[in-house]
């Protein structure tokens, strides 16, 4: 999607709801659901070998912890189809709101080439940012400059 459908959307419907992109979620669950599993066989191999203690066992334990989480979470992202993130002329929610007058600035897209996302800092320091990943918009390039001209218009 480009900006000019999000432009049409937001004045056609009053708002645009970003879901979560749905190729994107299976990719991961199946990433989770596999290293989920490598991590289960080898705890399992630790544990018949010689017991799961020390280091290394405390570590292989955590990380079948992080696994798990990451597929169970990931499960529920796909089938739940949350979380959404919607823009109208009040503001930007994800889950929170954040109005356009409480936002000081709308960062350029950061992170790793698959795992980027733009961050909206709001003004009122004990609030928590809202950050828009790529699982729930592709073109992040293309965002930023549309939230900025959105904010540009609806702050006053």
């Known amino acids: ?11 056609s419907n009053g708002r645009v709801a970003f879901r979560p992109r749905r190729s994107r ?6 990433a989770f659901g596999l290293l989920m599993v490598l991590s289960a066989w080898t705890n399992v191999e630790h544990l018949r070998a ?15 912890a992080a696994f798990v989480y990451g597929t169970g979470l990931t499960a ?3 089938i739940t189809n949350r979380p959404v993130i919607t823009v ?12 356009w007058s409480g936002i000081t600035s ?12 733009v961050q909206v800092n709001p003004a009122d320091r004990r609030t928590r940012p ?3 990943p790529q699982d729930h918009v592709e ?16 702050r006053d």
Do not use: C, K
């Open 76 to 78: 529920w992202q796909l």
């Open 139 to 154: 073109d992040l390039n293309a965002l930023t400059p549309w939230l900025r001209s959105l904010h540009e218009q609806y």
């Open 106 to 117: 709308i960062d350029e897209p950061t992170g790793w080439p698959l795992a980027r996302a």
């Open 88 to 99: 109208d002329s009040e503001g930007i929610t994800r889950g929170r709101s954040l109005r």
């Open 130 to 132: 809202i950050s828009i």
């Open 1 to 11: 999607m480009s900006s000019d459908v999000w432009t049409s959307e937001l004045e």
């Open 25 to 30: 979620l299976v990719v991961r669950l199946a």
């Open 50 to 64: 010689d017991g799961i203690s020390g280091t290394l066992g405390v570590l292989r334990l955590t990380a079948l």
